[in-house]
């Protein structure tokens, strides 16, 4: 089993920056891929960003260039730093992880969430 735990949300006003940390724990062999997705209130949960095992990333357009995805192998850990938030960017944040296991399986994994409001 494995399990994530997401923390750094919070209220922050416009123009203003939090960082985002998802850390992974439980029978991990690898981490493949690690991304960030968020849901704001009556929509779809939606990509923010995505970074692979070899640190190639890909970020939705609407966060390009302001928000940046990197990850911890040593602490199985992945993060989001947001800079320039707007009130469009509020919503409940979600990490996920595709994850060999000791099982000897491969799924991916989500975290429970984390929100974020962006006060204008």
């Known amino acids: 089993q494995v399990q994530l735990v997401e923390s750094g949300g919070g209220l922050v006003q416009a123009g203003g920056s939090l960082r985002l940390s998802c850390a992974l724990s439980g029978s991990i062999v690898s981490i493949n891929f690690m991304g960030w997705y968020r849901q704001a209130p009556g929509k779809q949960r939606e990509l923010v960003a995505i970074?692979?095992?070899?640190?190639?990333?890909n970020y939705a357009d609407s966060v390009k260039g302001r928000f940046t995805i990197s990850r911890d192998n040593a602490k199985n850990t992945v993060y989001l730093q947001m800079n320039s938030l707007k009130p469009e960017d509020t919503g409940a944040y979600y990490c996920?992880?595709?994850?060999?296991?000791?099982?000897?399986?491969?799924?991916?994994?989500w975290g429970q969430g984390t929100q974020v409001t962006v006060s204008s």
């Open positions: 970074i692979t095992k070899g640190d190639s990333t």
């Open positions: 996920n992880a595709n994850v060999a296991t000791f099982l000897g399986n491969v799924r991916t994994y």
